[in-house]
């Protein structure tokens, strides 16, 4: 594997050929050839290179691997700044990079949060500097993520703010998230609220006969359900634009279903750890599986399976947290909560493919076409005149996982030595490689 920016100054023009071409956002999938030259999509069709190849064009024969928008992950926590010995935008990007995903969203709670201006422009700098895939922050709908002051959300999008949320933090305060909602409508700007009641969210994992059985405190689903339910409320009175985080229960997709139908302005997320696990991977107090919030029964994993491949899902996220050695090293109820997911997002996603759970477009639509457009970013298609950000993978090559050799700072994942099947072969980001795994 290399990360190929070091060689690549001017990305030449670029013929993917003999490529089975899948484009969410127009419902394509061909095979044929993608052309990129001057950092976009030029033409995508059958029969390109047999029409002749433009002159000072690389050309790479794909042999039926898949070729389809780079990948949007709107939820992804990256250390810098203040917590650069878990991450750095450098070392998140090459894992992006390393997974597929070309447009990474970062979350405001860094040190200092990422409730102001400046700290929005310190990290679009810092990454145009040091990272090789697109950078987006979200901002603080709170100063300091404490729940209390709402932040300017105007001046924050004009900065560079793509959305807004305290991270993994509820606002509990009704009247503050109302408000925020309101200025929010006003200026376009989107909501991505975490739904967890605090006072409900004191345990480690599931709240139920398991967890007895383990002997640990459990979350209950309700903590999820009862914010969800009064944030809707909120939306419906002012019709803000509201984005449920990472939704884990089935009670709370019949919660999103009723919005939907209602038509407000609602979309959601779920972890990609959250359709790949349950609950009884706890079993073995592993503490990579100590997730907030928590994952859930067997029932609620297939629930949310469905509602991804009927569409009541919008997003697929990677909800990456990585966590020191320090941190997870404690026995279960006190290690810190999280996991990495940038470099297995995907071939953890196309486990619902080769299960027949959910069909590969509309996959790639909830990993690509479906955050960039919510959150209203130039990405997730493979139009003429788009960006030209591309992803090469082999959704059949079967590999285990090594933890050594993944590209975060931190190696909390929890599929540590898991058999996966698909693997990024290049990432193109402006017609540039900045991933080839060789």
């Known amino acids: 594997?290399?990360?190929?920016?070091?060689?690549?100054?001017?990305?030449?023009?670029?013929l993917l050929a003999n490529a089975r071409i899948i484009d969410p956002s127009r419902g394509a999938d061909f095979t044929g050839d993608l052309y990129l030259a001057e950092g976009v999509i030029k033409d995508a069709a059958f029969g390109l290179a047999a029409a002749g190849i433009p002159e000072g064009a690389e050309v790479v024969d794909c042999a039926g691997s898949v070729v389809a928008p780079g990948l949007v992950d709107?939820?992804?926590?990256?250390?810098?700044?203040?917590?650069?010995?878990?991450?750095?935008l450098a070392s998140a990007s090459h894992a992006a990079a390393a997974g597929g995903v070309t447009t990474l969203v970062c979350q405001p709670d860094t040190d200092p949060v990422v409730d102001d201006p400046a700290i929005v422009d310190f990290i679009l700098r810092r990454a145009r500097d040091t990272a090789v895939v697109r950078v987006h922050p979200m901002a603080a709908i709170t100063r300091g993520l404490k729940g209390e002051e709402m932040t300017e959300v105007g001046l924050l999008?004009?900065?560079?703010?793509?959305?807004?949320?305290?991270?993994?933090?509820?606002?509990?305060?009704?009247?503050i998230l109302r408000?925020?909602?309101?200025?929010?409508?006003?200026?376009?700007?989107?909501?991505?609220?975490?739904?967890?009641?605090?006072?409900?969210?004191?345990?480690?994992?599931?709240?139920?006969?398991?967890?007895?059985?383990?002997?640990?405190?459990?979350?209950?689903?309700?903590?999820?359900?009862?914010?969800?339910?009064?944030?809707?409320?909120l939306v419906a009175g002012v019709r803000g634009r509201y984005h449920a985080a990472a939704l884990t229960c089935a009670e709370s997709l019949e919660v999103l279903e009723r919005a939907k139908e209602a038509?407000?302005?609602?979309?959601?997320?779920?972890?990609?750890?959250?359709?790949?696990?349950?609950e009884l991977d706890v079993s073995g107090y592993r503490t990579y599986f100590r997730l907030q919030p928590p994952l859930r029964a067997e029932e609620d994993r297939q629930a949310l399976i469905r509602a991804v491949s009927s569409g009541l899902v919008d997003v697929m996220v990677s909800d990456h947290v990585p966590q020191d050695v320090e941190g997870k090293r404690l026995p279960f109820s006190e290690a810190e909560p999280g996991a990495i997911g940038l470099e297995t997002l995907l071939p953890a996603a196309l486990r619902l493919v080769h299960s027949d759970a959910v069909d590969i477009v509309s996959?790639?639509?909830?990993?690509?076409?479906?955050?960039?457009?919510?959150?209203?970013?130039?990405?997730?298609?493979?139009?003429?005149?788009?960006?030209?950000?591309?992803?090469?993978?082999?959704?059949?090559?079967?590999?285990?996982?090594?933890?050594?050799?993944?590209?975060?700072?931190?190696?909390?994942?929890?599929?540590?030595?898991?058999?996966?099947?698909?693997?990024?072969?290049?990432?193109?980001?402006?017609?540039?490689?900045?991933?080839?795994?060789?």
Do not use: C
Not at 216 to 231: Q, S, V
Not at 263 to 278: E, K, M, Y
């Open 1 to 14: 594997m290399r990360d190929a920016r070091s060689f690549a100054r001017e990305p030449r023009p670029l």
């Open 74 to 88: 709107m939820r992804a926590f990256v250390g810098e700044p203040g917590f650069e010995h878990l991450e750095t």
């Open 157 to 175: 999008k004009a900065a560079g703010a793509v959305a807004f949320t305290d991270a993994h933090k509820s606002i509990m305060n009704a009247l």
């Open 179 to 233: 408000r925020a909602l309101t200025y929010a409508r006003d200026f376009d700007a989107l909501i991505v609220h975490h739904t967890e009641d605090a006072t409900l969210s004191n345990g480690a994992m599931n709240e139920g006969e398991f967890a007895s059985r383990l002997g640990l405190a459990g979350i209950p689903k309700a903590a999820e359900t009862i914010i969800l339910e009064r944030d809707l409320r």
């Open 263 to 278: 038509g407000l302005p609602v979309t959601a997320s779920v972890s990609i750890n959250h359709l790949s696990f349950n």
């Open 363 to 438: 996959l790639l639509a909830t990993l690509s076409t479906r955050p960039a457009q919510i959150l209203g970013l130039d990405a997730g298609t493979l139009k003429p005149g788009a960006p030209a950000d591309v992803i090469v993978f082999d959704p059949d090559l079967p590999f285990v996982l090594e933890p050594g050799q993944l590209k975060s700072r931190s190696r909390n994942t929890p599929f540590d030595e898991a058999r996966l099947t698909g693997r990024v072969q290049r990432t193109i980001v402006a017609g540039e490689v900045v991933y080839e795994y060789v």
